[in-house]
């Protein structure tokens, strides 16, 4: 064989060597897909999502469903390449989903923190819509990870009271009490557990994203009290985007006769404490899940619309555009009392 033919030869077959390897190669990219959709009106493992105690509750019926996104990462350029094909998947860069320079433990804590602060949201969304007031606010200790410095002195469930002696009852004001110290330096943390005072000396160490300023290693929630406990129990779910479905299960909760009339209605949306209704990602996907449980009406960011419209209408939901938690609860009031009335759609 001539040197010129073997050395052709030797790179075709280094060619597709690199071709093979290349293929399996992992790839900036995450797959986002219909995710479960879960009724907040519901149970999961037999745990109510809501339940709500010192105060009168009304029966539903029907279901009022929160919708999701899996995400897949890690992925090769062959599996990147199939679900780009499937009509239900997207193919996202992975910067969007995760900021660059963040950690996947970073990005997973602020989920949480945000479905956290999403509840509280909706709680009081909810109960602002029913004319019920705040009394006060707290800030409660919600997961504490393993080799946290308060690990082993502080438990979730802990209502914090004081740093140092110094009252506090907001997230933004238990992080400003404990990073007025150096990393290093121990604080005192004065707490309620079961309604019981106690405190802790916990040494601080260095926040991940800013090594000059200390922190004790916790997840917290904050919450507005009120006149009575509402509690929303929702695990392995993380973003804010649940916020709209679990303020319609409190109002529907707390007022008479199911607010769907029987119906199986979907949704998602970021929600403010006045009510107001913001944009998520991942429209597509949960208008898809919505399909596929067999919702009948999906309720719809306004600003998530057209990208709603998008979804291949055939045996879709439909599409209802809100902006506030008012005009929700309107138009699914609307349409429980006749399926063709009009409301503002996509």
């Known amino acids: 064989m001539?040197?010129?033919?073997?050395?052709?030869?030797?790179?075709?077959?280094?060619?597709?060597?690199l071709l093979v390897v290349g293929l399996w190669m992992p790839v900036p990219f995450v797959t986002l897909a219909p995710g479960p959709v879960t009724d907040t009106l519901g149970a999961v493992d037999g745990t109510r999502l809501i339940t709500i105690e010192g105060r009168r509750t009304f029966p539903t019926s029907g279901r009022l469903e929160l919708t999701t996104v899996e995400e897949t990462p890690k992925l090769n350029l062959v599996s990147a390449l199939q679900d780009w094909a499937n009509g239900d998947r997207a193919v996202v860069p992975t910067e969007l989903i995760r900021p660059p320079g963040s950690s996947q433990e970073q990005v997973q804590q602020e989920n949480a923190q945000a479905m956290l602060d999403s509840q509280d949201q909706a709680t009081a969304a909810a109960l602002t819509q029913l004319g019920v007031a705040a009394t006060g606010r707290l800030v409660a200790v919600y997961t504490i990870p393993s080799g946290s410095p308060a690990a082993g002195?502080?438990?979730?469930?802990?209502v914090i009271t004081q740093v140092d002696g110094v009252v506090v009852s907001t997230q933004d004001q238990l992080r400003a009490q404990v990073g007025k110290v150096r990393p290093g330096?121990?604080?005192?943390?004065?707490?309620?557990?079961?309604?019981?005072?106690?405190?802790?000396?916990?040494?601080?160490?260095?926040?991940?994203?800013?090594?000059?300023?200390?922190m004790i290693g916790i997840t917290t929630t904050e919450k507005r009290t009120y006149p009575f406990t509402v509690r929303i129990r929702l695990s392995d779910v993380g973003g804010p985007s649940a916020g709209l479905m679990f303020a319609m299960g409190i109002v529907d909760l707390l007022t008479p006769g199911p607010l769907t009339g029987g119906k199986i209605i979907a949704g998602t949306g970021t929600i403010t404490a006045a009510g107001e209704v913001g944009p998520i990602g991942g429209i597509q996907q949960k208008v898809l899940g919505a399909k596929a449980s067999g919702a009948s009406v999906f309720l719809v960011p306004a600003a998530n619309c057209a990208d709603a419209r998008s979804v291949d209408s055939a045996g879709a939901p439909r599409l209802v555009k809100v902006d506030t938690l008012a005009g929700a609860v309107k138009a699914v009031d609307a349409l429980r009392t006749s399926p063709a009335a009009s409301v503002p759609s996509c």
């Open 153 to 158: 002195r502080l438990a979730a469930g802990d």
């Open 185 to 214: 330096t121990a604080v005192t943390v004065t707490y309620k557990r079961g309604g019981k005072p106690a405190s802790a000396t916990i040494t601080t160490r260095p926040a991940p994203d800013d090594p000059s300023r200390a």
């Open 2 to 17: 001539a040197r010129r033919t073997q050395s052709l030869v030797v790179a075709s077959v280094l060619a597709l060597v």
